[in-house]
């Protein structure tokens, strides 16, 4: 899985997941899919833009089709398992915008996999769980997961059964990918089937693996208190999100929700309380030009940018990360 190509502007992308091509074509004017040269006739291309995008603001709704070999009922449309790090994710390439991984992210996952042996890890505004699946295939003692969106928590936990297995000795086979054909188990040596990895995948141990969907920030508040302290906290939150109600739909014309720009510095402040001596938080934004607050360094011993954080294919500076140590020394 990897990007292969962006536009400067990021208005256009191509991004590798095992068999399938998703271009994501959001530049102004390309209001149809185009037409494909025979020569990719037979790869599986799933083109997303945005109809009737013109200078004047784009069309909201995402459209997609499906062009050269795609096709909705092939199985692997609805559900596929690709290999990252030795790492299987399941993904589902009907999903709107994003089948399931951020692959922008991949060098954050590793930085995650080698903070992670034996630490208590929490991973706020979690998705599909990729940092949690990080720290588990490093050994973390203790991971919690926390997202919004129920169907995001039931995917992470999905996701953390495989790798919680893989790791666990147990061991499974990629279907295609980085891992196509072959058998992996923890350390990327091959055995059984990805059989194997569900059956004992079922018995995810509940105590280890904590799963919640709920907003972040009332996590933070409630729950987080009860299962500090984390000596790892990954915050990877959305630009911006609207409030929800009980039910997770967006609440329209909610005044609260969530801003990075707003909410940064009373996020990160209000996790001070759940750290270990020493404890970190791997802060994620992904809007641009972002600056962190200055009023941070009276809160935190050490904050340091994170460099090199972006993988290859990427033309621009889709995030910026840092890494916060707590003040309190015990
Ligand atoms: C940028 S994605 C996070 C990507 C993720 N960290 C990863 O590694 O793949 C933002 C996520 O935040 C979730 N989200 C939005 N508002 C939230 C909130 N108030 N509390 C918890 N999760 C939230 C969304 O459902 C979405 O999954």
Redesign the pocket.
């Known amino acids: 899985m990897f990007r292969l190509w962006s536009s400067e502007g990021a208005d256009l992308s191509f991004d590798v997941y095992g068999d399938w091509v998703l271009v994501s074509d959001y530049r102004v004017g390309s209001d149809a899919a185009p037409s494909l040269p025979a020569a990719y006739e037979q790869h599986k291309i799933i083109y997303l833009y945005r109809p009737r995008a013109t200078e004047h603001g784009a069309a909201a709704k995402v459209a997609r089709i499906l062009l050269g070999a795609a096709r909705e009922d092939d199985p692997s449309y609805l559900e596929c398992q690709e290999i990252e790090a030795h790492i299987p994710y399941v993904l589902r390439m009907d999903a709107p915008l994003n089948p399931g991984?951020?692959l922008d992210?991949s060098r954050l996952?590793a930085l995650v996999e080698q903070m992670s042996e034996g630490k208590r890890v929490l991973?706020?505004?979690?998705?599909?769980?990729?940092?949690s699946l990080a720290a588990c295939r490093a050994g973390a003692a203790h991971i919690d997961t926390?997202?919004?969106?129920p169907r995001?928590v039931r995917w992470a936990e999905e996701n953390m059964r495989h790798c919680a297995a893989v790791v666990a000795g147990c061991v499974g086979r990629a279907n295609s990918g980085e891992g196509a054909g072959r058998v992996i188990d923890a350390s990327g040596v091959s055995t059984d089937s990805v059989d194997a990895i569900s059956a004992a995948g079922a018995a995810l141990d509940r105590e280890r693996y904590g799963f919640f969907a709920?907003?972040?920030?009332?996590?933070v508040r409630s729950f987080g208190r009860k299962r500090a302290p984390y000596d790892l906290i990954?915050v990877?939150?959305?630009t911006f999100?609207r409030a929800?109600n009980k039910r997770g739909k967006n609440k329209k014309g909610a005044s609260q929700?969530?801003s990075v720009e707003r909410d940064a510095q009373s996020l990160l402040e209000s996790l001070i309380p759940l750290l270990s001596p020493k404890g970190q938080v791997l802060f994620?934004c992904?809007k641009r030009g972002f600056t962190l607050p200055a009023g941070l360094k009276k809160s935190f011993a050490r904050i340091e940018q994170l460099e090199d954080t972006i993988p290859e294919g990427y033309t621009h500076q889709i995030h910026q990360a840092w890494l916060l140590t707590s003040r309190r020394q015990s």
């Not at 991973?123 to 940092?131: D, E, K, P, R, V």
């Not at 709920?214 to 996590?219: A, I, P, Q, R, V």
């Open positions: 991984i951020f992210s996952r991973n706020l505004f979690a998705y599909t769980g990729g940092f926390v997202d919004l969106s995001y709920m907003d972040s920030l009332e996590y990954i990877d939150p959305p999100a929800r929700g969530f994620v992904n």
